[in-house]
């Protein structure tokens, strides 16, 4: 584990964009000293940690604002120390993923990640898309603190943009801040199409068609939740939130 960028006190220096703290949890040392280094010319404050309880600890102690998780972890995975950390305090997640295998981006969207990236990946982008999710979470902050009145209701399904919170026929269903804003675009035009590169680009941020597979997996994750029949795909296009007939 490694703490950069403190002051004689302990305290955080106060360099531009060093407010922002990124915990990168990766066993292999070249990855993690790239990331770190990149995240560092950056401007975050960064501290890494090589194991699964290392990383619980260290986000406990440290409280970060993000996580770099790598899945394939010593000592229990990514996805355990996801659960983890997300049972002590919500912060965003971007998993890493040694496979292309959808399975395991699924499954780290169900526990509360945010993104993931598939190993090799640029450091550009990488800085990219945490510079983004990040973003995204102080907007989904601001939001949260200047909601718009009444609740959406197309069916069964309630949006409650106030409090945050989704409901299928009255129950509950716990989305991830992702997952809520990608709802929340879909709804804003139901029935109409949106293109994966419009959806990157409203909840993401991101205008690079590099990266609509992780709209296909949130969708997919959304689904999962909402029920399949809600979001209808358009092969070759994008998706649409059905809506009930009038």
């Known amino acids: 584990m490694e703490q950069t960028h403190t002051s ?5 220096a106060t360099t531009p964009g060093a407010q922002r703290r990124v915990l990168v949890v990766e066993d292999d040392a070249t990855i993690v000293d790239a ?4 995240l560092r010319a950056e401007g975050f404050l960064v501290q890494t940690a090589g194991d699964g309880p290392s990383a619980v600890d260290t986000a406990e102690a440290w409280q970060p604002d993000l996580l770099i998780l ?14 983890r950390v997300q ?16 399975t395991d981006m699924l499954v780290g969207l169900g526990v509360g990640a945010d993104d993931y990236m598939t190993k090799p990946f640029s450091m ?18 601001l939001a949260a603190s200047t909601p718009r009145s009444g609740i959406l209701r197309l069916g069964e399904l309630e949006i409650d943009h106030a409090q945050r919170r989704v409901r299928v026929r009255s129950e509950d269903v716990h ?21 994966r590169e419009q959806l990157l680009a409203e909840v993401w941020d991101w205008a ?6 992780t709209v296909d997996s949130h969708i997919k994750a959304l689904r999962r939740k909402i029920g399949a029949e809600r979001i209808r ?7 649409a939130l059905e809506t009930p007939t009038p």
């Open 8 to 12: 004689h006190n302990g305290t955080a």
């Open 35 to 38: 990331i770190a280094t990149r």
């Open 70 to 83: 790598d899945i394939m972890l010593p000592g229990f995975d990514g996805l355990e120390v996801c659960r």
């Open 87 to 102: 049972a002590q305090r919500p912060v965003p997640v971007m998993m890493l993923t040694a496979r292309d295998d959808e």
């Open 124 to 141: 550009r982008e990488l800085a990219a898309r945490v510079h983004v999710l990040l973003r995204r979470m102080e907007r989904a902050a």
């Open 175 to 195: 989305l991830t801040p992702t997952e809520f804003d990608l709802l929340v675009c879909l709804a804003n035009t139901p029935r109409a199409v949106l293109s």
């Open 208 to 213: 690079d068609a590099s990266g609509t597979r």
């Open 233 to 239: 795909t358009v092969h070759g296009v994008g998706y």
